[in-house]
């Protein structure tokens, strides 16, 4: 693989000194979660997208799915203790956490938001989502994310 230049979330994970694996995905032309999953020769379960939201308090809340999975609004909106959560419209996901769409990582945003991942995750050694680029994703223990950004377990998913 030729040298990569690095995204914030790579930067953030060396910061910390959380090991990672970086898993490109480039020359497959994978576009949704399953397709790139599947590239990788990885369970899709063990994948996961990262939507960010926006609550009736007009706080932003980041969640992360299994990438074949849906959010469900409601549990997503419990999770975070407000009346309800909407999906943010796509022109604002790069002002927002300097992001675009297909390539927002929960790790290296703007700033910080509160994040929720499903409570599958738990159940494996590793964990695949963005590494903030299209093309590319981060390999980590859910541990060591949690020791970058606080994340909450929850079931999220419809």
């Known amino acids: 693989m030729a ?3 690095k995204t914030n979330a790579v930067r953030t994970l060396e910061r910390f000194k959380i090991p990672y694996t970086l898993r490109d995905y480039t020359a497959s032309g994978a ?4 397709d790139v999953a599947a ?3 990885e369970d899709p379960a063990r994948a996961f997208k990262t939507l960010v939201t926006v609550g009736k308090s007009k706080s932003h809340y980041v969640f992360m799915i299994p990438v074949a999975e849906e959010l469900d609004l409601k549990k997503a909106a419990a999770a975070c203790g407000e ?3 909407e999906m943010i419209r796509s022109k604002e996901l790069l002002p927002l956490t300097g992001y675009v769409h297909g390539g927002c990582s929960p790790v290296g945003m703007k700033k910080p938001f509160p994040t929720f991942i499903h409570m599958t995750a ?4 590793t964990i695949l989502f963005s590494a903030g680029r299209i093309g590319l994703q981060l390999e980590c223990p859910l541990a060591g994310l949690q020791r970058v950004i606080p994340v909450t377990c929850a079931d999220l998913t419809a």
């Not at 576009?31 to 399953?34: D, I, K, L, Q, T």
């Open 3 to 5: 040298k990569q230049e």
């Open 39 to 41: 590239a990788l020769g």
């Open 31 to 34: 576009v949704s979660g399953v």
């Open 83 to 85: 009346k309800n959560v």
């Open 122 to 125: 738990q159940g494996f050694d």
